[in-house]
């Protein structure tokens, strides 16, 4: 009788591991982190905000290479522009470029999303992207787009949208952004003028203003309130517009970026051009006697923005449209 009381080890083995199993099963249910709600029927559709990359006022690009930041000058946005690149050179976009950025991400093809979460953020290697993209356009709004690892073995990719809240696998897009360096981003001019957007310029020497210039209601006039000839305004910034570099300096050594600013703290000429975006400076330097450890001999002129971040070398036949006089645009 006692022994049949008695209940078998066995019997209270499965007991156990029945109430570990309906304890563990409770616990997932009650801590298990919330399923995003996800409409399924967008999953494959394009998840980047197409409409919203239209009409962009700036945009900044990091990568492997550095960061470069980029400015429409088109009083509008539109992708046109022509694109100036204010950092870290003062160098105009190559138009093609931004083309190329904006159908790469009008074409994204999603293959699969994750969680946002920690754990995915590392393994994709969006804590440390390959490639971040901010873009801010005209209706002030802004986004940032952030590029993970590319998989080798189903050569798929990983981003992130700073607007939404999902890890996304897709193809690779097709621009290799995350090895862009400056020579691919920009032309061998250095200024992208924009006669649209363009409200006022001005350009100083060593003994004060030279040139000022007005527009209004699409006319131009001196600062004396002469009116000026349109078609030799329009003249005058295309050859402004055709300042070439001959060398982009980069990199420079702490004794190189001394003598660069010694060069330009009294600039030969200041060129402000002051649009509806704002305020762009431009300095030339001239620098005498050469730059040590480039192989650069003799008198050299450099430009650069205000910020004197880096400089570009100018030809000093190039000079002469800084010298350009008001009764010459009557």
Do not use: C
């Amino acid at each position: 009788m006692r022994s049949i009381l008695r209940p078998q080890l066995s019997t209270i083995l499965v007991a156990f591991f029945f109430f570990i199993l309906l304890f563990l099963g409770l616990f997932a249910e009650v801590f298990e982190s919330e399923t995003p709600e996800v409409d399924l029927a967008q999953i494959y559709a394009n998840p980047v905000p197409v409409a919203d990359l239209q009409h962009l006022k700036s945009m900044k690009l990091t990568n492997k290479q550095g960061q470069f930041d980029l400015l429409n000058t088109h009083p509008e946005g539109n992708l046109e522009g022509p694109w100036q690149m204010t950092s870290p050179q003062a160098l105009r976009v190559k138009s093609e470029v931004i083309t190329k950025i904006i159908d790469a991400f009008n074409v994204i093809r999603v293959r699969n999303f994750h969680r946002l979460e920690p754990i995915n953020i590392t393994s994709y290697s969006l804590d440390n992207p390959t490639l971040t993209l901010l873009f801010n356009n005209s209706k002030e709004k802004s986004f940032e787009i952030k590029m993970g690892l590319i998989n080798p073995i189903d050569n798929s990719a990983y981003m992130t949208i700073s607007t939404q809240n999902q890890i996304y696998q897709i193809d690779p897009i097709e621009i290799q952004l995350e090895s862009y360096d400056l020579a691919q981003l920009v032309e061998s001019k250095v200024l992208a003028i924009n006669a649209e957007s363009l409200a006022s310029l001005e350009i100083y020497g060593e003994s004060g203003q030279l040139l000022k210039l007005l527009k209004k209601d699409d006319k131009w006039f001196g600062d004396q309130g002469v009116e000026l000839e349109t078609t030799k305004v329009v003249r005058f910034l295309d050859r402004l517009e055709a300042l070439k570099s001959t060398s982009i300096l980069e990199n420079l050594t702490t004794e190189q970026k001394e003598v660069m600013d010694r060069a330009t703290a009294v600039p030969l000429y200041s060129l402000k051009l002051i649009t509806t975006q704002g305020v762009r400076t431009y300095i030339v330097g001239e620098v005498k006697g050469g730059i040590p450890g480039l192989g650069l001999n003799g008198t050299q002129y450099a430009l650069a923005g205000e910020e004197r971040k880096s400089y570009v070398l100018i030809d000093k036949d190039q000079l002469k449209v800084f010298g350009t006089k008001i009764s010459e645009l009557k």
